[in-house]
């Protein structure tokens, strides 16, 4: 079939209409037709590549999001800051300056055993953590990602931390923090599902990053380790009974033996919470009687001390039971106060070292 095209009147058709592209108004028609759907191409292919960047960042967002609820990297912040004090310390009772390479180095190397603990504990306790709603989003039990991988982060992090530690600080830095990260895995965390002790046994581990951060700088264990060991080993108690209160609920649904689960009365927690936090106001003065603070730090740590025990008179009056949705709040109140404490004096001595 052939077109007709009649001058002195406006084009009918400019192709074959049953084989080819029209245009009823003007000539050049289908030359205009094609640059369009060529545009249209482009643009369609603009969209799908800025498409697929944006799958990629969100998938690189989102990997890099599971690393550091694996790693735990707040958790793993509070330890890097408590080392830190006790490298200060160290490092102002030797004579040197505490902004170092070494500092630096020491802080890695903390870090990294940290992480990668934090890491190995979430692969033991996988099925734990799909128990309870707290943590049944976390990578492993929401299947994000596979317990091989996360083994192998865990362990690459522990040990090369570990003998990182030992050739850029020192032998004993090294072998402390590795022996640190096998108790925590070896005694603390399987004893959670047997009885209430492991809060006791898992305050020993968690009251070594200052020792550490202190060994880094020395070099060697001395009396100073043992005070600043005794103020984080005691903070954590009521630290740790305060959020096993908290999640009193998800935590027995996981089968986790804390205190409040085993005795829901919460009598017996409130009485620790309450015997910790009293004995932490002596414990915390004691760097001012070995020389590694002065009368600055003595007053706030006083004052400090005095108002975490006052919020923690407030899980005794009125006592509640720790299945009582009354007591949480108060709880909460607790578990902020001893976030806020521990930095906070540590901060306090750091600045008063020695003066």
Same mark, same amino acid.
């Given at each position: ?205 968690? $009251?070594?990053? /200052?020792?550490? +951060?202190?060994?880094?700088? &020395?070099?060697? %264990?001395? =009396?100073?380790?043992?005070? !600043?060991? #005794? ?67 003595? $007053?706030?740590? /006083?004052?400090? +001390?005095?108002?975490?025990? &006052?919020?923690? %008179?407030? =899980?005794?009056?009125?006592? !509640?039971? #720790? ?33």
């Amino acid at each position: 079939m052939s077109f007709r095209l009649t001058f002195g009147s406006p084009p009918e058709y400019l192709c074959n209409p049953l084989t080819a592209v029209c245009n009823k108004k003007y000539l050049g028609g289908p030359i205009v037709a094609n640059r369009a759907n060529s545009a249209e191409g482009d643009k369609v292919a603009i969209v799908g590549s800025m498409f697929q960047k944006q799958v990629s960042t969100s998938r690189g967002v989102s990997l890099l999001r599971d690393y550091a609820e694996l790693t735990k990297a707040r958790i793993t912040t509070l330890i890097v800051l408590t080392a830190w004090c006790g490298y200060f310390l160290g490092a102002h009772k030797t004579g040197v300056s505490s902004w170092s390479v070494g500092l630096l180095r020491a802080l890695l190397g903390v870090a990294l055993v940290s992480s990668g603990t934090a890491a190995l504990n979430e692969v033991i306790e996988t099925s734990v953590d799909a128990r309870m709603r707290r943590t049944s989003n976390r990578p492993l039990p929401s299947g994000r990602m596979s317990r091989v991988h996360a083994a192998a982060i865990g362990l690459t992090l522990t040990l090369g931390g570990s003998l990182y530690l030992v050739f850029s600080a020192n032998a004993l830095t090294g072998l402390l923090v590795f022996l640190t990260a096998l108790v925590y895995l070896a005694a603390y965390t399987p004893l959670k599902q047997v009885s209430s002790i492991c809060t006791f046994v898992g305050a020993f581990p968690g $009251a070594m990053p /200052v020792v550490l +951060g202190w060994t880094a700088a &020395r070099g060697r %264990l001395e =009396m100073e380790t043992l005070v !600043l060991f #005794a103020i984080m080993f005691v903070w954590q108690f009521p630290h740790f009974l305060s959020i096993a209160w908290l999640y009193r609920e998800d935590y027995a649904m996981g089968d986790i033996r804390m205190l409040p689960v085993v005795q829901a009365d919460g009598k017996s927690t409130v009485w620790r919470i309450l015997t910790y936090s009293a004995i932490l106001i002596p414990v915390s003065v004691m760097p001012v009687f070995m020389g590694m603070a002065g009368r600055v730090y003595l $007053a706030g740590a /006083v004052l400090m +001390g005095a108002a975490l025990f &006052r919020v923690s %008179l407030g =899980m005794a009056f009125p006592q !509640l039971a #720790a299945t009582a949705a009354a007591s949480k709040p108060r709880a909460r109140q607790l578990l902020w106060a001893t976030i806020f404490y521990l930095p906070a004096l540590f901060a306090l001595m750091m600045v008063n070292s020695g003066t």
